[in-house]
């Protein structure tokens, strides 16, 4: 039983900083959903996609 007590803080603190990633990572793709095309209009405009 010790060594499960042992291991409980750690998995918190990986199951918080999980959740934290998830949290950006959906806030990243909600920001692309909403002004994703602007983005692409954004990077056509100034001539980036040539980079590639």
């Not at 409980?8 to 950006?24: K, Q």
């Amino acid at each position: 039983m010790e060594q499960q007590a042992r291991k409980s803080p750690a998995f918190a603190l990986w199951a918080a900083l999980f959740g934290a990633g998830a949290m950006v990572t959906g806030a990243v793709f909600a920001g692309w959903l909403n002004y994703g095309s602007a983005i692409v209009l954004a990077y056509m405009e100034n001539g980036l996609p040539n980079c590639f």
